[in-house]
């Protein structure tokens, strides 16, 4: 595999990299270097070009005008030349696209060997990779990173934000693939844009280039920090971010400034990028630092606060370890981060963390539990946060445990196997899956049917590849993390996904992008009041004691609640009674689910089975809660593994439905020899995967 990352701002080179150099110079470039060096260590074949522009400004360092830099063994960074020179901001980059479009179609089209893929950071580069893909037919892939309608949330929206909030809706419908790093930004972020690209979104968690072994020591960060406090004995509140208002920085100055206790029990400690003095830098970074200075004499924070005007890689890797081991805290108070490394990199070192609960961060926080998310407008909440988990030891020894524990989740290497794996697929060198007319189809629920064994996943795995039947998924996640899940699985990619509850249809289409069916949606929308149902949920909900899920679970011909069963049941007649033809699912004794008629797992079920000239009758469902009873009742043969829920006693056994002996993917394969699926019949065996199942060969 050979591919291209294209990045253009910022001063991106091999590391070690001054991250704040300049305000573009962040953590975009950390993301293309350990891209990029884990995609090359993944295969000996791997060669992967990162592609950026060239500049002379010697303050900043003369490596950027050179035309090529090694980064590692079968990687390097190639420099675009124009006629303009000087280092560009990422506002200013827009004039020299044109220049930069021509310079890299001259540079492909000189090539002995072009690319397989083009991986554009930032729609800026992604106008670089479109123009070439399409003259040369490479297949483009997408990254974001911070996109401009969140930015224009959290400020003043004037035309030339309105221009880039154009570019990237444009690049959004054009790219072959559109990599994220959570499910905010997959599923709110991009999804703001009002552009039905859900299947094209892959969100797949980088790593951290940092580890505990980096730096050894903290007497580098102790000399950094010493000559602003009194007491370095003290808990360190650390914050590390470029100098730009929407990291927010002031606002963790005014919220440590306003809690006495905390201003007594620990010192703040500010890393906003690098500078020479106050008048250094753009006009934005001037008021950040200018603002920070004013707080901390504002509220005579001498001695309390530390504000350096430089700090190394290594001083960071020391902040990080001398924060952890004062008892302290990292905050990061962004209003809005589209994703949120330094949290990772915090997790590495034990670390706990305070972070704004708008964006990436709150994935992050959730999955690993290193910390707390809050409001960043707050700041007495902010205060109060970082005062809790400093103060409660059980509760900051708790999340540090959980930082080091859970970090290796956003690991390099996980990256490079599932992106590369994009890539082979886009540009058709992935391994063919079975081409065939099914006679049958197996339509499987995800989460604890084909998950929940790895062993058992591996072996539901080799089944597929000899499958002779189609393969369907029908889940009630969302399309992106469908996706996600069958991928950290190792499970096999379905004919067809079935996504939230049944309400979604996914196929490829002869590109292989996952398109969503437009003629399921249209039937779903002929019924769908949603805006109505909104309202009546809303007047019920107290008295029925149904509050609603989360944001990112809503979707649109899905609304989603926490809720008993008994609850459900009301809902469902309540909403009869109220003339709404809706259908309403409960599961795992705690979720309900609202939706039109015409949808649910079902449904979908036989709508693909139609395209395919067939019936219900010749489906084969497979599912453990209450959202797949009703594929379960309606399919020609259902299997029922043996972990399935308590929800799922009341369905009769018998030649149809099939309760298997197995649990998770080994009870789906127990059910399939069951039905004459598999080549021959499989032994069982206990529960711990001894023995083998039979599988084709």
């Known amino acids: 595999m050979y591919a291209m990352h294209i990045a253009l701002g910022g001063c991106l080179k091999a590391p070690p990299v001054s991250y704040g150099l300049t305000e573009d110079t962040g953590g975009h470039i950390a993301y293309v270097l350990g891209a990029a060096m884990a995609q090359v260590d993944l295969d000996p074949s791997n060669h992967v070009d990162i592609v950026t522009r060239a500049f002379d ?11 090529e830099e090694a980064v590692a063994d079968r990687c390097r960074i190639l420099r675009l030349r124009t006629e303009r020179s000087d280092y560009l901001s990422k506002s200013a980059l827009e004039a020299e696209l ?92 991009v ?49 590390i971010a470029r100098p730009v208002h929407k990291k927010n920085l002031v606002a963790l100055v005014q919220a440590y400034a306003s809690n006495p206790a905390l201003r007594d029990r620990a010192n703040l400690v500010i890393c906003a990028g690098l500078r020479d003095g106050i008048e250094s830098g753009n006009a ?26 430089r700090h190394s890689p290594s001083d960071v890797v020391q902040l990080y370890r001398l924060a952890a081991q004062g008892g302290g805290v990292f905050v990061n108070p962004a209003l809005h981060e589209p994703f949120g490394l330094t949290l990772i990199e915090a997790a590495r070192f034990g670390l706990p963390v305070v972070a704004t609960d708008r964006g990436g961060p709150a994935d992050i926080v959730e999955r690993i539990g290193h910390g707390v998310t809050v409001d960043p407008q707050d700041h007495a909440a902010i205060g109060a946060a970082i005062e809790r988990l400093i103060g409660d030891r059980a509760a900051w020894s708790k999340a540090a445990r959980a930082g080091k524990e859970r970090a290796g989740l956003y690991d390099w290497t996980r990256y490079a196997a599932r992106s590369v794996a994009l890539y082979a697929r886009l540009c058709g060198k992935s391994a063919p899956r079975p081409r065939l007319v099914p006679r049958s189809i197996l339509a ?70 996952l398109t969503l069916d437009m003629s399921y949606a249209e039937k779903l929308d002929a019924a769908w009041p949603r805006a109505e149902l909104l309202r009546a949920i809303a007047d019920l909900s107290e008295d029925f004691a149904i509050t609603p899920q989360a944001p990112l679970e809503q979707r649109e011909w899905k609304l989603s609640y926490f809720g008993s069963a008994a609850s459900a049941l009301l809902l469902d007649r309540t909403l009869e009674m109220l003339r709404f033809d809706v259908r309403v699912i409960a599961s795992h004794g ?18 693909v089975a139609a395209r395919l000239g067939l019936d219900l009758s010749h489906c084969i469902a497979a599912g453990d809660s209450g959202n797949d009873r009703d594929m379960l009742m309606a399919c020609g043969h259902a299997i029922v593994p043996a972990n399935a829920l308590p929800e799922l006693d009341d369905l009769p056994s018998g030649p149809r439905l099939l309760r298997t002996a197995e649990r998770h993917a080994d009870g789906v394969l127990e059910g399939l020899a069951r039905i004459g699926r598999m080549p021959r019949p499989m032994p069982r065996f206990a529960h711990g995967d001894s023995g083998t199942l039979a599988v084709p060969s």
């Open 444 to 513: 499987s629920d995800i989460d604890a049917t084909l998950t929940g064994s790895a062993s058992g996943a591996a072996r539901f795995s080799a089944w597929a590849r000899e499958r002779s039947c189609g393969y369907v998924v029908a889940t009630g996640r969302s399309i992106g993390e469908a996706q996600r899940v069958l991928a950290e699985w190792d499970l096999p990619r379905p004919d067809t996904f079935i996504t939230s509850v049944g309400t979604e249809i996914w196929s490829e289409d002869p590109k292989g992008r």
């Open 98 to 189: 044109p220049a930069l479009r021509r310079a890299f179609c001259d540079m492909l089209a000189a090539m002995p060997r072009r690319p397989d893929v083009l991986h554009a950071h930032f729609a800026d580069a992604a106008d670089l990779a479109r123009h070439a893909g399409t003259r040369f037919g490479i297949p483009v892939v997408y990254t974001p990173h911070s996109l401009g309608i969140d930015k224009g949330a959290c400020g003043h929206r004037d035309d030339a934000l309105e221009a880039r909030i154009a570019a990237e809706a444009q690049t959004l419908r054009a790219s072959d693939a559109i990599i994220v790093s959570s499910r905010d930004e997959a599923e709110r972020q």
């Open 191 to 239: 999804e703001s844009y009002g552009i039905r690209c859900g299947g094209r979104v892959h969100c797949i968690a980088p790593g951290s280039m940092l580890t505990e072994t980096d730096a050894a020591g903290t007497s580098g960060a102790e000399a950094r920090i010493a000559p602003f406090l009194r007491d370095l004995r003290k808990p360190m509140i650390l914050a």
């Open 590 to 607: 705690r979720f309900i689910d609202v939706m039109p008629r015409a949808a649910g797992k079902a449904n979908a079920v036989a709508h």
């Open 284 to 309: 934005e970074q001037r008021e950040v630092i200018t603002g920070l200075l004013a707080a901390m004499d504002r509220h005579d924070l001498y001695g309390h606060m530390a504000l350096p005007r």
């Open 57 to 67: 400004a010697p303050e900043l360092g003369a490596v950027h005008a050179q035309a």
